[in-house]
């Protein structure tokens, strides 16, 4: 339920910079959208439909407010064989169960999952993704006339300058404003957002997928579904923390799984693709002044509005202008910081920041970039804790009694030390292991705890452990094959 600080926090804190930041959002994603519905194979209304159907259902379900969602080309990519070899109603039919799944992802609380990514892989993510960014606009600055660059040159320091003498209107809005009144006025030979191809006109329309009900579809749509929503929500959630820490405000990730999923099923049911968080248009919207969830609204809403009413004058808009700000969007992007940071870093850090940022811009794929990355960061982590860990042994005065006193974590990774740091006793008739430093995370550490007292006892040694706290007494009492009877949990050697 909406109280009245909650809408006034949310949708009416700053109205003004939200409308302008909204409009210069609805205006990049044009481009980006007709882009997308290319690679996916499919009618460019498809993306820009879709990109208006979850920018405004997002604005409402979203858990982070001021975070622009739209037809992503993380989920365009993993389409195209279905498009290809099943046509478009399947994609919406995969389009509705991936929100669906979404949905669920977030009922079953899997945004916790985000606690595992590291910050070196969100700063390698930031990074990957700005370069791709930069990339992808490079198609529009290749083998062009001089009044391409002039324009592009044109926008960023209107871009940059403009802000020196005021800030009450976003500075990409005033690039693209101008740019596109020269470019009419004076006809240059330079692209425009129609010629990526055709508008769509008038208001989208309901949509059902016309596919059969059976077991079959089913499992043709179902792995597509699985990916795309898996992409998404990995993609939504990095997006999210990154505004969170551009506005220093937190966000309700589990909300934005399911809002996700009911923005993606919306889309579907207007004739629109999947799609996910963008982080260079949030990043556009925020540096023009968004916060709030009515500048979302305002993207969507707006880009509709210039689909039914203003195609022809939208399709005119010169691409460098919009190259101009998406130019300005990878720089802003960047973590710049993490280049010195290389050096002063731990350098397990940096490798995981570098691999993220390599696997992401040679695949193309931000999913398996950061798979990589937290795959990385849990092998150097493990690592780090299974050093973490001594054994110090010391005998009695009589020479009759070893003490073993282990001190740190004892696991899969650990396990080896923790077997060869006890000896063979030969001149100790009883050995007394004091777990008071210790502790035990899973079943390789109690097996690796029953390897060693069998050791010992088959070398005529009487065993007793002491000094467990009570979850590793648990783990070891419940699945321990040596006599548990001398345990006791707490208790200090003599």
Known sequence: ?????????????????????????????????????????????????????????????????????????????????????HGVDYLFAATILMGLVQIIAGLLRLDLLMQFVSRSVITGFVNALAILIFMAQLPQLVGLGWQTYAMVAAGLAIIYGFPRLTRAVPSPLVAILILSAVSITFG????????????????????????????????????YSLTMAAVGLLESLLTAQIVDDMT???????????????????????????????????????????RGRLSTFVAGAFLLFLLAVLGPFVGRVPMPALVAVMIMVSIGTFSWNSIPNLRRHPWPSSAVMLTTVVVVVATHDLAQGVLAGVLLSGIFFAGKVQRMFAVERTMSDD??????????????????????????????????????????????????????????RRAGCEVSMIGYNRASADIVDKFALHDKTGFEIGAVPH
């Open 248 to 290: 220093e405000t937190d966000s309700n990730k589990r909300r934005e799984c399911g809002g996700q999923g009911i923005a993606n099923m919306a889309a579907a049911l207007v004739g629109g693709m999947g799609g996910c968080a963008m982080i260079g248009q949030s990043v556009i919207n925020i540096s023009s002044g968004g």
């Open 399 to 456: 020479g009759t009694t070893a003490t073993y006193r282990v001190s740190g974590q004892i696991f899969f990774a650990s396990v080896d030390r923790f077997t060869r740091a006890f000896q063979a006793e030969e001149t100790a008739a009883a050995v007394t292991i004091d777990m008071t430093g210790a502790h035990f995370w899973d079943i390789s550490a109690v097996a690796a705890l029953d390897k060693v007292v069998a050791r010992l």
């Open 1 to 85: 339920m909406f109280d009245i600080n909650t809408l006034r926090r949310d949708w009416l804190a700053n109205p003004r910079a939200d409308i302008l930041a909204g409009i210069v959002v609805s205006l990049a994603l044009i481009p980006e959208a007709i882009g997308f519905s290319i690679i996916a194979g499919v009618d460019p209304r498809v993306g820009l439909y879709a990109s208006v159907a979850i920018a405004i259902v997002i604005a409402f379900t979203g858990g982070r407010r001021g975070m622009i969602s739209a037809a992503t080309a993380a989920v365009a990519v993993l389409v195209v064989p279905l498009v290809r070899d």
């Open 188 to 223: 240059l030979p330079v692209n425009a957002v129609g010629d990526m191809g055709a508008l769509p006109e008038g208001l989208p329309s309901l949509v059902l997928p016309d596919v059969p009900l059976t077991l079959e579809t089913l499992r043709i749509i179902l792995p």
